[in-house]
């Protein structure tokens, strides 16, 4: 393997950002919705809701973090979510996803002075719930995860 650099995705960067996306959503067996159009405005737009990180071997894709800002009183400043992270299986077990994390986390911390990490891992993927283990997350007592489908947020916002 070469060396691995790791640095912010620009514009430039939407093609390897989606493919690594798409190879996550395959591996996990969940469905991939996301269309290019939609996947640059959050990324690359006027008011970005996301940001990516990417691990390059040369010019091979090795791995992306998605990440975004979140704020929470009870912690009493702002954090960084992240919500997608991917690593070619052939590079795992090497660190790169915790490179990939600390990346995050630096530019997480210089953008919006992010003092916390969050993440929601699968019931059913031990393996995963292993990593962010040995890397310090614990789950949080006491929250449950709750998600408004866009029909619901839709309702939501008809609300008077």
């Known amino acids: ?31 991939y919705r996301a269309d290019t159009a ?19 071997e040369g010019d091979t894709l090795r791995g992306v973090a998605v990440f975004s ?3 929470s009183t009870i912690r009493g400043h702002a954090g960084l ?10 590079g795992r077990g090497a660190g790169l996803g915790q490179r990939l994390l600390a990346a995050a986390a630096r530019q997480a911390a210089q953008g919006w002075d992010a003092r916390f990490l969050r993440l929601v891992v699968y019931d059913d993927n031990p393996g995963a719930q292993r990593f962010y283990r040995r890397l310090g997350l614990t789950p949080a007592p006491g929250d449950t995860l709750m998600t408004l489908d866009e029909d ?9």
């Open 81 to 90: 979510f992240v919500s997608d992270l991917w690593v070619a299986e052939d």
């Open 69 to 71: 800002p979140v704020f």
């Open 38 to 56: 939609t996947l640059r405005g959050a990324l690359f737009g006027a008011c970005p809701s996301c940001h990516a990180a990417i691990a390059l």
């Open 1 to 31: 393997m070469q060396q691995i650099t790791i640095r912010m995705a620009d514009s430039a960067d939407l093609d390897r950002v989606e493919t690594g996306l798409r190879a996550l959503a395959a591996t996990l067996g969940d469905p």
């Open 152 to 160: 619901g947020l839709n309702a939501l916002k008809g609300t008077t």
